[in-house]
Nanobody
Framework: QVQLVESGGGLVQPGGSLRLSCAVS????????MAWYRQGPGKERDLVAS???????TYADSVKGRFTISRVNARNTVYLQMNSLKPEDTAVYYC?????????WGQGTQVTVSS
């Protein structure tokens, strides 16, 4: 059974950094596009960043220049390095992978940016 396990969330002060990780397990296949979404309080779930199998990234305008998505195919793992964090980045962050024609979601990890 394919599972996505996220880690790295927590509480950080404005201007701080966090690094999220998401590992795909339960499969011998490398995921195609992998992505990070987030859902803030009372908001919809929005795309933050995505990365294809070749490592080409895309970013939401709100995080460009502050967040970096990367992946290690041999580990079937995607990362999200978040710098210069702002209170409006507070949300539950979800990992999503596209694997053999299906989307899979992680359970989410809370990121809180507050002084």
């Amino acid at each position: 059974q394919v599972q996505l396990v996220e880690s790295g969330g927590g509480l950080v002060q404005p201007g701080g950094s966090l690094r999220l990780s998401c590992a795909v397990s339960g499969t011998v296949f490398v995921a195609d596009t992998m992505a990070w979404y987030r859902q803030g309080p009372g908001k919809e779930r929005d795309l933050v960043a995505s990365i294809n199998l070749l490592g080409t990234p895309t970013y939401a305008d709100s995080v460009k220049g502050r967040f970096t998505i990367s992946r290690v195919n041999a580990r079937n793992t995607v990362y999200l390095q978040m710098n210069s964090l702002k209170p409006e980045d507070t949300a539950v962050y979800y990992c999503r992978s596209y694997l053999r024609g299906q989307f899979y979601w992680g359970q989410g990890t809370q990121v809180t940016v507050s002084s």
